[in-house]
């Protein structure tokens, strides 16, 4: 039986997400726009499933758009400021997911001042040059930071971001793909514009997520077409994915407690025994306020180093070297390579879950000790 330590790509779609879903697929089929007895079913459960996802983050009903995932979400986010909010300037970090540094490299190609404030060997920015930067022009900024990253783990101090911002005027855009279900969020206690999630990263179906935006924030359509989504975003809803994502949303948040002191006890093990059988390893971004989900370790130099990871597949074990957003194809990582990582080491991303196990772990490092000792 295969060994699934890469969730922060995807996580496996819990039992009581598929039960919810299932009506949907074969029983509950009008399309939500209708105005008989069966769109109207299938209506309800919509706006059943946006007030659960509104509830889980503080925010009103009206706030919560659903989308394909959080790359559409962040690409709304950036584009719509840019397009409908009058934002001439983005500040945002080189350590950001692909969604928004792609997304940025479009707007500043069509002239929107793009700067990139500097990591540490963590990860982490300097809040106070974040204040500087906003203080040090009168340009319509937004700040667009991710909670936590998806490759190293290391967290951006939320809430922190949020009040600079708002002392200084600016609209605050955060990817918090891998936060929703993991950490508490409250925008009605935390200023922020956006915010974004995608329902496979908490044991949801993948292809559909969520966008929150600020009531006070007026925004146009990102794709046109029908008046789905209040006008907001054409085309019949994913119903299904919706109403998984909100019983996965759901649970996650019931559970957020219990499911975090397991994942974190499996990773400070995991964490224990590569320190007890290995030698010159590194391990990457914060360790002391981290993603509890995620460990990234560097291993030095070796025969299998360079293999590693396709090593680890043909013995059942699914790990990744950082992002899983890059068609299959491993690259280099652009994290590591902003905290200055050492390019000759070789990167293993290993991200757990509330369904992993102390005795997969041993089997891991059983195999890792075969492959690089």
Do not use: W
């Not at 540094?101 to 069509?110: A, I, P, V, W």
């Not at 070297?321 to 994290?335: D, I, Q, R, T």
């Amino acid at each position: 039986m295969r060994i699934y330590f890469d969730n922060a790509a995807t996580t496996p779609l819990d039992k009581e997400v598929l039960d919810a879903m299932l009506p949907y697929f074969n029983g509950f089929y009008g399309n939500p726009s209708s105005i008989h007895a069966d769109g109207r079913q299938t209506r309800t459960a919509i706006e059943k499933a946006r007030r659960t996802i509104a509830n889980s983050i503080g925010a009103s009903i009206g706030e919560i758009f659903f989308t394909s995932g959080g790359t559409e979400s962040s690409n709304m986010a950036l584009k719509c400021a840019v397009r409908d909010l009058g934002v001439t300037r983005i500040i945002s970090s080189p350590t950001e997911h692909h969604c928004v540094l792609h997304t940025l490299d479009y707007l500043k190609n069509k002239g929107t001042n793009v700067l990139y404030l500097p990591v540490d060997s963590k990860g982490k920015i300097n809040y106070e040059t974040l204040a500087e930067t906003l203080r040090d022009s009168e340009e319509k900024t937004m700040v667009s930071l991710m909670y936590a990253n998806n490759e190293i783990g290391t967290l951006h101090d939320f809430g922190q971001i949020a009040e600079i911002c708002q002392e200084h005027g600016a609209f605050f855009h955060s990817d918090t793909v891998q936060a929703v279900g993991q950490f508490p969020i409250d925008v009605s206690k935390t200023p922020i514009n956006f915010l974004t999630g995608g329902a496979h990263k908490f044991h949801g179906p993948k292809g559909v997520g969520f966008i929150y935006i600020n009531g006070d924030n007026t925004v146009k359509p990102y794709l046109d077409g029908g008046s789905q989504e209040r006008n907001m975003r054409g085309g019949t809803e994913n119903l299904y994915g919706i109403v998984g994502m909100a019983e996965a949303l759901d649970i996650a948040c019931r559970e957020m407690e219990e499911r975090k002191t397991h994942i974190d006890g499996i990773r400070s093990y995991f964490k224990s025994r590569l320190l007890k059988n290995f030698k010159g390893i590194v391990f990457n971004g914060c360790q002391e306020n981290y993603l509890h989900k995620v460990l990234s370790v560097s291993f030095p130099e070796s025969e299998n180093g360079d293999m590693l990871l396709m090593l680890l597949d043909m013995a059942g074990i699914s790990a990744s070297g950082g992002s899983a957003c890059s068609s299959g194809v491993e690259h280099e990582s652009h994290v590591l390579a902003a905290i200055n990582g050492d390019p000759s080491y070789k990167t293993a991303r290993f991200s757990f879950s509330h369904h992993n196990t102390k005795e997969e772990v041993d089997k891991v490092i059983s195999k890792l000790k075969e492959l690089l000792n």
